[in-house]
Nanobody
Framework: QVQLVASGGGLVQTGGSLRLSCAAS????????MAWFRQAPGKEREFVAG????????YYTDSVKGRFTISRDNAKNTVYLQMNNLKPEDTALYYC????????????????WGQGTQVTVSS
């Protein structure tokens, strides 16, 4: 069993930055590919970024490319999402998912989910 705890959200102005963290306990994350998703009120859940279990491959939705960076530190059992140049449309509940040796893409099956951290970008 893997427990995921997302943190780092908050209120920021347009153009600001935040770094989200997804810390795991229970098992090492080194066997799991990880992804960040987000869901805004009234909208469907959206894939944001993913990173393979080795860290060799990363994936981003088009709207965040060049602004967001996903990374991982397996020694700390933590995955990060650095978000720069934030826009009001980035406002959402962000949460992380883990897929055992899977591909960290939108349609993959995720075995574990974190509880989410709120990101609010004011205009």
């Amino acid at each position: 069993q893997v427990q995921l705890v997302a943190s780092g959200g908050g209120l920021v102005q347009t153009g600001g930055s935040l770094r989200l963290s997804c810390a795991a306990s229970g098992r090492t994350l080194s066997s799991y590919s990880m992804a960040w998703f987000r869901q805004a009120p009234g909208k469907e859940r959206e894939f944001v970024a993913g990173i393979s279990w080795s860290g060799a491959n990363t994936y981003y939705t088009d709207s965040v490319k060049g602004r967001f960076t996903i990374s991982r530190d397996n020694a700390k059992n933590t995955v990060y999402l650095q978000m720069n140049n934030l826009k009001p449309e980035d406002t959402a509940l962000y949460y992380c998912g883990a897929t055992y040796f899977g591909s960290p893409r939108p349609g993959s099956k995720y075995d574990y989910w974190g509880q989410g951290t709120q990101v609010t970008v004011s205009s």
